[in-house]
């Protein structure tokens, strides 16, 4: 008995054309035939039918062709294409624990929309409580949607254009997109998103950890462009984290790797409480006492962190001292991190991050007291638009990995 035959098949081949002509599409701008032979390595009639079925289905589109300035050419001039970046979008979500930002994207990644919307009554404080614990997961997933479809709304993109919709929690998901939920506070963030929104509008929902999209989008889009070991810290509310190593993204066997849980048990810092919580607290713990200081322009219940920062910049002495606590604290986190994963880079993200600058140095300078290797230091860009970034990101690779399995019904 003979073996299989090992060729591929005419349809293996013809896919592999239109993959490798679609994703040079993705990567350009405005392109020809000629310039598809030269990307692709295709003879030019199957180039030209691989275009053209490519067309037909949506994701490319021919531009008119046009003389420039008024020219005389012989011959008919070349024809063009580009890439249909409107042909469907996806749509980033960042569901954190006070509240829900989505974001629509077109297929080059260009946000169109953005929306946010507060969960109701949750307060973060510096105790161990579980902030949102009376919300129903019925009551998060019609915030989550209507926070969603008002994105799309505003972006004017009607939800059957919707490809792949990817979701950021506060908590470990695994390669299956199941959530880890063997403490209180992740189980409840697990509330059937996937398919309460597949139900809803039919969407593919992709569900990830929050820092793992954060890592994700810095380095798309942010202060890791480029680099290959990174670990980027959400250091806001409460410490979270993503880690890529040789640029692969960790996850571990339930979705828990770059979770900062240990931190209990490290000196000096004791819990995952972030930089704006310990802001607050160690500001409302000030103002309680006789310090003159001026953050007592604000009340005690209203003090954010970004005051905190603005007063030490100002010369305060209170609010100085604050600085000096966090930068020791951050210190203290990212030498273990360090120590754990030997990052060349280590980005600061989230909402604080645009604060988070006045902390580089004296957390450089402090750094060689708790790891042998240090790294590089970053505040993120992408301010606290990083999970949603990610998730776009997240939301364009499944499309591209399917792309040609997707039927666009809206077109």
């Not at 994703?23 to 199957?46: H, K, N």
Request: with cysteine; charged share 20%.
């Amino acid at each position: 008995m003979s073996a299989p035959s090992s060729s591929p098949t005419p349809q293996m081949l013809r896919r592999a054309s239109l993959r490798s002509v679609l994703d040079f599409m993705r990567a350009s701008t405005i392109v020809t035939i000629s310039d598809v032979m030269e990307g692709t390595g295709l003879a030019r009639a199957t180039a030209i039918s691989v275009c053209e079925e490519i067309m037909d289905r949506g994701w490319i589109t021919e531009l008119e062709n046009q003389r420039e300035f008024g020219e005389y050419l012989k011959g008919r001039p070349a024809r063009r294409f580009v890439l249909n970046q409107d042909a469907g979008y996806v749509v980033g979500l960042d569901v954190g624990v006070s509240k829900v930002t989505a974001v629509v994207s077109d297929l080059r990644g260009e946000i169109v929309g953005r929306a946010s919307q507060q969960f109701r009554g949750v307060q973060i404080t510096a105790d161990d409580s579980i902030p949102g614990s009376d919300i129903s997961p019925r009551e998060r997933i019609s915030a989550i949607d209507s926070t969603a479809c008002d994105a799309l709304g505003l972006a004017g993109v009607t939800p059957d254009a919707v490809l792949a919709v990817s979701a950021g929690i506060a908590a470990p998901v695994g390669r299956d997109g199941d959530v880890l939920v063997t403490q209180p506070f992740w189980a409840l963030l697990d509330v059937g998103l996937k398919s309460a929104l597949k139900d809803l509008h039919g969407w593919t929902v992709l569900l990830a950890n929050d820092g793992n999209l954060a890592a994700l989008g810095e380095r798309w889009r942010g202060s890791a462009v480029g680099v290959d070991d990174v670990v980027v810290i959400l250091a806001s509310e409460r410490f979270g984290s993503g880690v890529i190593d040789d640029g692969r993204l960790l996850h571990g066997c339930g979705g828990g790797a770059g979770e900062l849980a240990f931190l209990k048990q490290v000196e000096g810092v004791g819990d995952t409480f972030g930089i704006a919580l310990m802001a607050r607290t160690w500001a409302g713990e000030a103002l309680a006492g006789s310090d003159d200081t001026q953050l007592r322009e604000y009340p005690a219940e209203a003090i954010e962190a970004e005051h905190v920062f603005a007063a030490a910049l100002q010369g305060d002495a209170v609010a100085r001292r604050i600085l000096d606590r966090l930068a020791d604290r951050m210190a203290r986190v990212i030498g273990a991190v360090a120590t754990i994963h030997n990052p060349e880079l280590v980005v600061i993200g989230g909402a604080v991050a645009k604060s988070a600058g006045a902390l580089l140095d004296p957390i450089a300078d402090r750094l060689p007291q708790f790891t042998a290797t240090p790294p590089r230091l970053a505040v993120s860009p992408l301010g606290d638009s990083v999970v949603t970034m990610g998730a776009v990101r997240s939301a364009l690779d499944f499309v591209e990995k399917e792309t040609l399995d997707i039927e666009l019904h809206h077109n």
